[in-house]
C-alpha cells in the first residue's frame, strides 16, 4: 500500500527506541522519546502525516508500553499491534541478528510487523484494566501470605525464634488479610457498577469451589482478553495446548505449552484441587484418568483445561455451571450400574 508506513517501538521504562519505514522509502527513520505523557503525545504527533495510514508494533511486556499502545490505538490512521514477546524474539533468532540494544529491537518489531503478519489490537475498558490491576494484586498478596506462614511454621518448631519475630510475622500476615479484603470489597463494587462485568461474575461464582477471590482474580485476566476468541485460543493463550511431537513415524502429544498467561494457569490450578476432590462429575472424569495410566499432574492439567472450556462457554452462553455438561460419562460408563454413584 503506498499510503501505509510502518513502525517498531521499543519500549523501556525511560525511553521509547522507534525506527519508522515511510512509504516509498527505503530507509529508516529512528528516534528516541522519552517514555513520558508528554513524550508519549511527541510521538505520535511525528508519526501521523496527512493521508497516511500507520501501522505501530510493540512488545506485550509489561506496563512501561500500556499507555503508549493505548494511546495509538484511539488515534486515527494509527494501527496498533501488540506482538507476543517470545514470538518476536524467535524472529530476530531466524534473521540471524546478533545484537541486542535497543535500536536492533526496534527494527526487529518493525520487519515483524511487516513480514509476519499484523494483527490490530483493541484495548480494552478502563474498567477492564482496573480489575486486572487488582487481581494481579490479589495474586501478590497471595503469595506474600503463603511465604509469611511458611516463615511463621518454621519459627514455630524451634525454641530459638524470639517471641517478638513470631509476633511481627503475624501482624504482617494480618495486615495482608486486610489489604487482601479491602481490594475484594473495592473489586466487587468496580464489577456492580458494569452490568456485563456483574453478570460474568455472577455465573463464575457458581463454579464449585470459586469463592471471591478465585472468581475476581480469574475474572481479571480474562476481561482484557479480545472478545472474539473462541475456547481452543483461551486455552492456548493460558498455555494449557498440548504440545505435538511428530518426526517421522513417530507422532505424540508432549506436555502443555506453558507458553501464555501463567496466572491463568495458578488459578485454575488451584481451583481444580477443590473441583477433583468436591464436584462429583469432575472427580468422576478425575479418577477415569489416572484408571487410563494419566499421573495425578496430568489429570490436574486436562481438569484445567476442561475447566477453562467451561467457563468460557458459561460466560458467552450466559449459563451457570453444570458439572454433568462439562463432564459426561462416557457412553459405555453411563449404562453401568456402577457408574450411577458418579451422578
Not at 504482617?172 to 481490594?183: F, H, K, P, S, T
Not at 460466560?315 to 450411577?340: E, I, V
Amino acid at each position: 500500500m503506498d499510503n501505509l508506513d510502518w513502525c517498531g517501538i521499543d519500549v523501556g521504562s525511560e525511553t521509547l527506541v522507534v525506527a519508522l519505514r515511510r512509504a516509498g522509502h527505503n530507509k529508516l527513520l529512528e528516534k528516541n522519546f522519552p517514555n513520558t505523557p508528554a513524550g508519549r503525545q511527541r510521538l505520535r504527533y511525528w508519526l501521523i502525516r496527512p493521508g497516511q495510514e500507520v501501522r505501530a508494533c510493540l512488545e506485550s511486556t509489561g506496563t512501561y508500553g500500556r499507555d503508549l499502545a493505548v494511546l495509538l490505538a484511539e488515534t486515527p490512521g494509527i494501527e496498533v499491534m501488540v506482538a507476543n514477546a517470545r514470538a518476536v524474539r524467535k524472529f530476530a533468532e531466524a534473521c540471524l541478528e546478533r545484537s541486542k540494544t535497543d535500536e536492533v529491537d526496534a527494527r526487529i518489531l518493525l520487519y515483524f510487523a511487516m513480514q509476519v503478519g499484523f494483527i490490530p489490537w483493541v484495548p480494552p475498558s478502563e474498567t477492564a484494566w482496573h480489575l486486572l490491576g487488582i487481581s494481579r494484586r490479589l495474586g501478590d498478596l497471595a503469595e506474600m501470605r503463603a511465604r509469611e506462614k511458611n516463615r511463621l511454621h518454621a519459627g514455630c518448631q524451634t525454641i530459638t525464634t524470639a517471641a517478638v519475630v513470631t509476633r511481627s510475622i503475624e501482624r504482617v500476615i494480618d495486615w495482608i488479610n486486610g489489604e487482601r479484603d479491602a481490594l475484594l470489597d473495592e473489586a466487587e463494587e468496580l464489577i456492580a457498577a458494569d452490568p456485563e462485568m456483574s453478570r460474568c461474575y455472577k455465573r463464575l461464582l457458581t463454579v464449585p469451589g470459586f469463592g471471591r477471590l478465585t472468581a475476581i482474580r480469574l475474572l481479571g485476566e480474562l476481561a482484557v482478553l479480545p472478545a472474539h476468541l473462541g475456547k481452543k485460543q483461551w486455552v492456548a493463550l493460558a498455555g494449557l495446548d498440548p504440545v505435538r511431537i511428530q518426526s517421522g513415524k513417530s507422532d505424540r502429544e508432549g506436555s502443555i505449552s506453558r507458553k501464555g498467561n501463567r496466572r491463568i494457569r495458578r488459578i485454575l490450578f488451584t481451583a481444580v484441587l477443590s473441583l477433583a476432590r468436591f464436584e462429583p462429575s469432575a472427580k468422576a472424569f478425575y479418577e477415569r484418568l489416572k484408571e487410563r495410566g494419566k499421573t495425578p499432574r496430568q489429570a490436574q492439567v486436562a481438569l484445567m483445561r476442561k475447566l477453562l472450556h467451561g467457563v468460557w462457554g458459561m460466560l458467552h452462553y450466559d449459563q451457570d455451571f453444570d458439572g454433568t455438561k462439562l463432564f459426561p460419562l462416557p457412553a459405555a460408563d453411563s449404562a453401568h450400574p456402577r457408574a450411577c454413584h458418579c451422578r
